[in-house]
């Protein structure tokens, strides 16, 4: 079956860039979704579609998608960014495949 | 203000079974396919399931299949995931999630936790 895979890790100083990267074969064929979540919280959707936000996310989440590697970039990196992040493809065979996930350490 | 509110988690023997319920509240669910999605804690989300807004369709992961079956009641606004011969490794928090068809998953249910233990 199809494959994410993520760093384990990814630590930022307040203010700079996170850039957590997705890799699968020939994923930027598909189109890759991301997810935040906070410790004891569900999921929150925080990129659709490659690069897309869903309302009430700020601008400062941004995504890419080509080749081997989709990536979700948050910009201006604040100390409530901190969290656990996902992403989710939705497979040719009908399955919906995640990510191993980032914790992303402010 | 949009909610999924899931229910019916616990203890439960390996063997056993359990209904899991997801209601939305100010949400339509009829509108939307509705998935499962569980967490053993501290670790990852892994898919279990999908039905799409009629129930006519099902999609399960191989882990799950022939075990679980999702299904919906638009008149309760509600939809289930009927688990038997549940096993150790079943044990997680389990999400609901709605999707538009479009392949991602907004919003989530806060989860409802199963434990399969003797």
């Known amino acids: 079956s199809y494959v994410l895979t993520q760093p384990p890790s990814v630590s930022v100083a307040p203010g700079q860039t996170a850039r957590i990267t997705c890799g699968g074969n020939n994923i930027g064929d598909k189109n890759v979704h991301w997810y935040r979540q906070r410790p004891g919280q569900a999921p929150v959707l925080v990129v659709y579609d490659d690069n897309d936000r869903p309302s009430g996310i700020p601008e400062r989440f941004s995504g890419s998608n080509s080749g081997n590697t989709a990536t979700l970039s948050i910009t201006r990196v604040e100390a409530g960014d901190e969290a656990d992040y996902y992403c989710q493809v939705w497979d040719v065979n009908g399955d919906h495949i995640f990510g191993s996930g980032t914790k992303v350490t402010v | 203000e949009v909610q999924l509110l899931e229910s019916g988690g616990g203890l439960v023997k390996p063997g056993g079974s359990l209904r899991l319920s997801c209601e939305g509240s100010g949400f339509t669910l009829s509108r939307y396919w509705m998935h499962w999605v569980r967490q053993v804690p501290g670790k990852g989300l892994i898919w279990v399931a999908r039905?799409?807004?009629?129930?006519?369709?099902?999609t399960y992961a191989d882990s799950v299949k022939g075990r679980f079956t999702i299904s919906r009641d638009s008149a309760k606004n509600t939809m289930y995931l009927q688990m038997n011969s549940l096993r150790v490794d079943d044990t997680a928090i389990y999400f609901c999630?709605?999707?538009?068809?479009?392949?991602?998953?907004?919003?989530w249910g806060q989860g409802t936790l199963v434990t399969v233990s003797s």
């Open positions: 999630a709605s999707d538009r068809g479009t392949g991602w998953f907004d919003p």
């Open positions: 039905v799409n807004t009629d129930g006519s369709s099902t």
